[in-house]
């Protein structure tokens, strides 16, 4: 079963505007990652905020977690063409010791 | 692009056969896991290994099995190949513990027909 929700499952923009994906998971973690996929390639680590953490920044990417919500979003500003990849979250639960669970993804389009 | 290597890139199975799948891990990595990634879904986590041995399993039967050698390699066998077995596999080292992110090789996508 699936840990992670995210939503939308898909999400189209244009070049240049803001994209933000949300991600909702059941139990208590230890830390929450988002990926990138291209192509059902590999994944790419993007970010990972840690479970005392609420928000985080890497480049153009913006990471917040509520705890008590069991709710984090990832923003993407200023988005390229070649941000255009399927996102997951993944949650590291309290005492997994990293082996994560991933939710279904979000599909992102951007448009040129 | 990370350190992880897969092989075969690709790889097509009659059902009832038997597989196997490699990995190599980034330098320094002592730990690898395995997922598998039905199409349209996200990855689901098989096992982990640590040390050469299992530290861990997920939701899968036992004709999944894997080994992990010395050098923190490892390999993922599948037996008795069921057509529900068709997904991309991907192979992720990281340290030990909790808190570090997973990086991920390019996947096995595997056929079975």
């Known amino acids: 079963s699936q840990q992670g929700e995210e939503d939308p499952q898909a999400l189209s923009i244009q070049e240049g505007e803001n994209a933000t994906m949300n991600c909702s998971y059941k139990?208590?973690?230890?830390?929450l990652q988002w990926y990138r996929q291209n192509s059902g390639r590999g994944l790419v680590h993007l970010i990972l905020i840690r479970s005392n953490e609420r928000e985080k920044h890497s480049g153009r990417l913006r990471v917040t977690l509520d705890t008590s919500k069991k709710s984090s979003s990832l923003l993407i500003t200023a988005s390229r063409a070649a941000d255009t990849a399927s996102y997951f979250c993944?949650?590291?639960?309290?005492?997994?010791?990293?082996?994560?669970?991933f939710g279904k993804g979000i599909t992102l389009s951007v448009r040129p | 692009e990370t350190g992880v290597t897969q092989s075969p890139t690709h790889l097509i199975k009659t059902r009832g056969q038997q597989v196997t799948l490699r990995c190599s891990s980034q330098?320094?990595?002592?730990?690898v896991s395995w997922y598998q990634q039905a199409l349209g879904q996200g990855p689901q986590f098989i096992f982990q290994?640590?040390?050469?041995?299992?530290?861990g399993r997920g939701n899968f039967p036992p004709r999944f099995s894997g080994l992990q050698f010395p050098n923190y390699s490892s390999e993922l066998n599948v037996n008795a190949l069921e057509l529900d077995d068709s997904a991309l596999y991907l192979c992720?080292?990281?340290?030990?513990?909790?808190?570090?992110?997973?990086?991920f090789g390019p996947g096995t996508r595997l056929t079975v027909t």
């Open positions: 993944a949650t590291d639960l309290t005492g997994a010791n990293s082996k994560l669970t």
């Open positions: 330098s320094g990595h002592n730990t």
């Open positions: 290994y640590y040390r050469e041995e299992e530290n």
């Open positions: 139990t208590s973690i230890n830390n």
């Open positions: 992720a080292s990281s340290p030990i513990g909790q808190g570090y992110e997973q990086y």
